[in-house]
């Protein structure tokens, strides 16, 4: 069984920082392709930033202001948020296609919700 978990979400105050991980475990045998989502309240879910298994990243450009995504050799990817705004007041999800015992396919987080207020 294959789980992506993220962590790290919370509240912070305008101007701050936090630093989101998301961890894949379970019988995996290659991680290609990890990524960022963002969904606020009553929006659709974007995708932020995108890094594949050799290190490249791509960013949406409205969004890199706000992401620096990288990743370990630990089958997890991380998002570092800094001046983060009200605005940015969403939940953040991870995917990542995943080769495992049953196949290759994307696989999801539940997300977590970061809340930015005074």
């Known amino acids: 069984q294959v789980q992506l978990v993220e962590s790290g979400g919370g509240l912070v105050q305008p101007g701050g920082s936090l630093r989101l991980s998301c961890a894949a475990s379970g019988s995996i045998f290659d991680i290609s392709t990890m990524n960022w989502y963002g969904q606020a309240r009553g929006k659709q879910r974007v995708l932020g930033a995108r890094?594949?298994?050799?290190?490249?990243t791509n960013y949406v450009d409205s969004l890199k202001r706000l992401f620096s995504i990288s990743r370990d050799n630990a089958n997890t990817a991380y998002l570092q948020m800094n001046s983060l705004e009200p605005e940015d007041t969403a939940v953040y999800s991870c995917?990542?296609?995943?080769?495992?015992?049953?196949?290759?396919?994307?696989?999801w987080g539940q997300g977590t919700q970061v809340t930015v207020s005074p």
């Open positions: 890094i594949t298994a050799d290190g490249r």
């Open positions: 995917s990542a296609l995943i080769l495992s015992v049953g196949g290759a396919r994307e696989y």
